[in-house]
């Protein structure tokens, strides 16, 4: 495998690849990677040529400066996970040379970027569009594959692609959790070994409301999920929704598409999020 570090660099080894015929799938990912992240690379790996992996703790998408430092950072480590996984190449640039001028791109994601992670974290997407919009000028993947935990960020990404006419295609990636069903995340590591053993709880409410759809409204089951958490004094809800998981609108009621339940909680300073099928 090799590192990456400079975007031309990476736009000369891509003309290269593309000069042999050969397919590349790209995973963006901001490092601190687990299996989650492996799982992508594994599936990147059955259906292209070339893996690219690239590691970029994007600043822009952050709108909490101590979030951005706090974000876990081993590059080596990384490194050491992407090669056994049989990834080829780690792209790894600095923010000074991505973000060498003030970024100018603004993306408008309408109704889908107003809930959620867009309405709690206002300019996270224009930041992550931004940033997953120049990977994909530099490195012209055939497919780009992305995990199901960012559930919103999927949809921001689909429409992205589908506004700017892009020909990558969008590969969504089923949720890796631990044994206790806690999603994976980077930020995980950041959890005590006392929150570590209670953030399970966040999947296992979850699961008991879905449980219980076929007896319980929509609503009903909005109220049972908030008022679960209510009870945790460990952990502070930010927000459930039950949303269309195509429109990422709030629903009352099962329509044409499914839904998704999608949760935001602080536990012990840090931000973990899960999603969940219900129909
Ligand atoms: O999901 C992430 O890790 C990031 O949001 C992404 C897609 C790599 C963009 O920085």
Redesign the pocket.
């Known amino acids: 495998m090799r590192k990456i570090d400079s975007i031309n660099e990476v736009v000369g080894l891509v003309s290269e690849i593309k000069a042999q015929g050969k397919t590349i799938g790209l995973v ?3 490092g601190a990677l687990h299996i989650g992240h492996l799982s992508l690379i594994e599936k990147a790996r059955k259906e292209n040529d070339i893996i690219i992996c ?1 590691v ?3 600043p822009i ?1 952050f709108n909490n400066q101590e979030d951005l430092d706090k974000y876990p950072r081993d590059i080596e480590k990384d490194c050491l996970l992407l090669e056994d996984a049989g990834c080829d190449y780690v792209f790894s640039p600095s923010a000074e040379e991505v973000y060498a001028e003030k970024p100018t791109e603004t993306f408008n994601f309408g109704a889908l970027e107003t809930v959620m992670e867009g309405k709690m974290r206002p300019g996270h997407f224009n ?2 569009a931004t ?2 919009s120049r ?1 994909f000028n530099w490195i012209n993947p055939t497919r780009a594959y ?2 199901e935990k ?1 559930f919103q ?1 999927l949809a921001i ?1 689909k429409d992205m692609v589908r506004q700017l006419n892009s020909p990558v295609e969008i590969v969504p990636c089923p949720i890796v959790r631990e044994s206790d069903g806690l999603a994976m995340s ?1 930020r995980n590591m950041r959890l005590s070994e006392e929150k570590r053993a209670i953030a399970s709880k966040i999947n296992s409410i979850l699961k008991k409301s879905v449980s219980m759809k076929e007896n319980i409204s929509l609503s009903q089951i909005k109220s049972f999920v908030k008022n679960e958490f209510s009870l945790l004094k460990d952990f502070e809800l930010e927000y459930f929704e039950l949303v269309d998981d195509a429109t990422l609108q709030p629903v009352n009621q099962k329509g044409e598409n499914g839904v998704v339940g999608c949760v935001a909680v602080w536990l012990g300073g840090v931000r973990l999020i899960d999603v969940i099928r219900y129909y």
């Open positions: 963006p990912t901001m690239s970029f703790v994007n998408q930041g992550v940033i997953v990977l992305f995990g960012d960020q990404i980077s």
